[in-house]
């Protein structure tokens, strides 16, 4: 078969285009077949080893002296390392030198090639993919901190502007006040000089009369009269009004418009990569981080465990409690086992109520940047927005069940997706509604949530982490905001805390701390943003708690299961 018009052709021998060849030459590598061995020796320009076909990858290709072209270097010089042949080992080039066979150095280097290449493929080159994930990452997480940063310097801008024309209105409604008090003034003389003109016109078309009409009886009778009339109007004077404009300095004007903090960049000395003995056998790091079951640092510093003081509490009436979501510091939108979502204020005890728009009870909860409601209806595979008592359907999934939602600060919503058939789990991040990102495999392949229908609560850490906690694994794990793996934390080892650790609501607060509610044994797990445990927050005969979410002022709030009951906690 025609090379040319092929994609893959059988191997042929080289000198008869035999197919199949038996022989091969380890030294001129080539395919021989068993008739062509004897014309392939009968070359006497070069050293020639035939060996059976099936054994040509086992045999090292010699290479050609370089000063005996006609040798093949079938040793191995020690002092020079350097490949050597027969005839240079007989010369004084190589006189009283170590000489081994090459086939032994050929064995030790390729130890080392492979130990070598394990160490580049297997710890090397990964943490560079990982070194390159994590400044695209830190790309996107610029990108989005620069834009959140560009949208409140604008947002500032637009409240200056407000706070600019309210000062400008207020100097032109003075200036305006002004003006009617000037003309006032004005007209106010104008009268009373206009009253005394009036009464010099009537005197002088009096006195005309008298000389004009020749008799000497009213000649005689006047008798003056113009002395009140020489009295002149006062001068009315009234300083002009004048706008100081205030000085305008440009350094000062953003001292007041605000600042924002410099960007420091630091680099770090990173350490030689060595393979240790233990990575002589694994190589391959583990890439799960598990929390230490005993941390001897951590209650150094914090202690074991710490309580909270409840500071108010909401009976919400459900017959269980499973979401609690802030609008603010003093109102909280719930959700339970039926079709009503209802938002409570501390300072009201009627409770403002929405009912879904299927009637089937609606799985999770969040609350936007501008207040509006979002809940997932597991039933009828939707995320719904609520706008002015207004239900609309924001998503509709096909083959996929919403479960557990949030809303990120830059708006986006986060979903964790259930397939119908149970056995497979994602989240997906949604602007608007179009998906633009899918997180569902560690780094390893394998799916960061346990199969099945489980309770599963998510948020989002102020470093724009997921922290995701499964019920169903025991576990909480954290992903950063390009969905790669951080770490995952299974609990903490405790002579009070005898029962399995069951996350269920997670909540993040301005330390970034990681706050995520044990059904299992009645009390919050803190952890900080790696992942360390901090302490426990318990005694404070929480029944069951499940949802969990903080307001401006960390305030911490725990719905509870059992209870149905909302308890608003100071932590800190």
């Known amino acids: 078969m025609d090379p040319r018009f092929s994609a893959q052709d059988i191997l042929r021998c080289k000198l008869c285009d035999t197919p199949i060849p038996l022989m091969y030459c380890a030294f001129c590598q080539v395919n021989l077949c068993k008739q062509c061995v004897g014309e392939h020796l009968s070359d006497l320009s070069t050293e020639h080893k035939v060996v059976p076909f099936k054994q040509r990858g086992f045999t090292p290709t010699l290479t050609k002296c370089l000063d005996h072209k006609m040798k093949h270097c079938e040793l191995h010089c020690e002092n020079c390392d350097i490949p050597v042949c027969l005839l240079c080992v007989s010369s004084d080039k190589h006189q009283g030198h170590r000489i081994s066979n090459i086939l032994q150095n050929f064995d030790s280097k390729k130890e080392i090639l492979q130990k070598d290449l394990r160490l580049l493929e297997e710890i090397i080159n990964p943490k560079y993919e990982q070194l390159a994930s994590d400044l695209e990452t830190q790309k996107r997480f610029v990108e989005e901190t620069y834009k959140d940063l560009t949208s409140s ?48 016109k009537k005197s002088i078309a009096d006195i005309k009369t008298i000389l004009n009409s020749g008799n000497m009886s009213l000649v005689s009778e006047y008798n003056g009269g113009t002395e009140e009339l020489k009295k002149m109007p006062p001068n009315m004077k009234i300083t002009e009004p004048q706008f100081t404009a205030g000085e305008i300095d440009d350094e000062k004007l953003l001292q007041l418009f605000g600042n924002f903090s410099s960007i420091f960049i630091t680099f770090e000395d990173a350490e030689d990569v060595t393979l240790t003995t233990t990575e002589e056998t694994s190589l391959l790091p583990d890439v799960t981080k598990e929390e230490p079951t005993s941390s001897p640092s951590s209650k150094t510093l914090t202690g074991d465990s710490e309580s909270g003081k409840i500071i108010d509490t909401i009976n919400t009436g459900y017959e269980n409690l499973r979401s609690v979501s802030c609008l603010n510091d003093e109102e909280i939108w719930t959700c339970g086992t039926d079709n009503i979502i209802s938002l409570f204020n501390f300072q009201s005890p009627l409770p403002k109520k929405v009912k879904t728009n299927s009637g089937g009870e609606p799985w999770d909860i969040t609350v936007t940047k501008n207040g509006e409601l979002i809940y997932t209806d597991d039933d009828a595979g939707t995320v719904n927005v609520v706008k002015d008592k207004e239900i609309k359907e924001l998503i509709k999934m096909r083959r996929w069940k919403p479960n557990n939602v949030y809303c990120t600060m830059n708006g986006d919503l986060l979903v964790i997706a259930l397939s119908n058939d149970w056995k497979r789990t994602k989240i997906i991040r949604y602007s608007g509604t179009t998906e633009k990102q899918t997180i569902e495999l560690d780094d390893l392949r394998k799916p960061l949530f346990k199969p099945g229908k489980f309770y599963r609560y998510m948020t989002e850490n102020r470093n724009k982490d997921i922290c995701v906690a499964d019920c169903g694994a025991g576990s909480v794990f954290v992903v950063n905001f390009a969905g790669k793996f951080r770490f995952r934390y299974s609990g903490h080892s405790s002579s009070t805390k005898k029962e399995a650790f069951a996350p269920r609501g997670i909540t993040t607060d301005s330390q970034k701390q990681i706050l995520t509610a044990d059904c299992n044994n009645n009390c919050v797990h803190i952890l900080d943003q790696e992942g360390k445990f901090l302490r426990y927050l318990d005694n404070l005969d929480l029944e069951s708690p499940h949802g969990l979410c903080t307001d401006s002022k960390d305030n911490l709030y725990v719905a509870e299961w059992d209870s149905a009951q909302v308890k608003k906690i100071k932590y800190k």
Request: charged share 40%.
């Open 153 to 200: 310097v604008a947002k500032h801008g637009e409240d200056w502007h407000r706070h600019v024309d309210i000062a400008v209105n207020k100097r032109k409604s003075e200036i305006e006040e002004n003006k009617k008090r000037h003309l006032s003034a004005l007209n106010k003389h104008e009268d009373e000089m206009n009253e005394m003109w009036s009464n010099v």
